[in-house]
C-alpha cells in the first residue's frame, strides 16, 4: 500500500532574472522551466508549484543569426484584413516586452492551468522593476 503525496499550495517565491545579453529562446525555456515549477522538488503536472518570475532588461535581449530580419509576429485584429506582421527587430526596439511574453507563453501549456501560469510573470524593459518588496531572489540562466 504506497499514499500519494500531493504538495499542498504555497506562497510562490519571488525571482529575477535579468535579460541583458541572452538570447530569446535559451531565456524563455528557462523562465517557463520556474514558472511551472519544475526545478522544485515536489513539482506536480497539475498544478501551478511555480514562482512569480521579474524580467528586468529586456530591451537588451537578443537574436542569433538573421532572426532580427526574418522572424515575424503575427497577430489578427479580427477584421477583414487585419492581419498584422511585425519584424522582430521591430518589435525588439518597439516592444521587448512583448517578445519574451509570446516566447514565454509558447512554452507553457494550454488551457487554465497555463493562463494562471502565465500571469505570474512580469517583465520590464529596463533595469528597474516595482517588486523590490518582494525580495526577490537572483535566477542565474545559463
Not at 499550495?9 to 541583458?20: M, N
Not at 477584421?79 to 516566447?103: D, F, N
Request: proline residues 8%.
Amino acid at each position: 500500500m504506497f499514499k500519494t503525496y500531493v504538495p499542498q499550495e504555497r506562497e510562490p517565491d519571488w525571482v529575477v532574472v535579468d535579460a541583458e545579453g541572452q538570447t530569446l529562446g535559451r531565456l524563455a525555456s528557462q523562465i517557463a522551466r520556474v514558472l511551472r515549477g519544475k526545478h522544485k522538488p515536489d513539482w506536480t503536472p497539475n498544478m501551478a508549484t511555480g514562482d512569480i518570475v521579474v524580467v528586468i532588461n529586456a530591451a537588451k535581449v537578443r537574436l542569433t543569426g538573421s532572426k532580427p530580419q526574418t522572424k515575424v509576429y503575427t497577430r489578427y485584429t479580427g477584421y477583414q484584413g487585419g492581419l498584422k506582421k511585425v519584424v522582430a527587430a521591430e518589435m525588439l526596439a518597439h516592444k521587448p516586452e512583448k517578445a519574451i511574453e509570446h516566447a514565454v507563453k509558447g512554452m507553457l501549456p494550454k488551457g487554465p492551468l497555463g493562463y494562471c501560469m502565465f500571469r505570474r510573470l512580469k517583465v520590464y524593459a529596463g533595469p528597474t522593476h516595482p517588486h523590490q518588496a518582494q525580495k526577490p531572489t537572483k535566477l542565474e540562466v545559463k
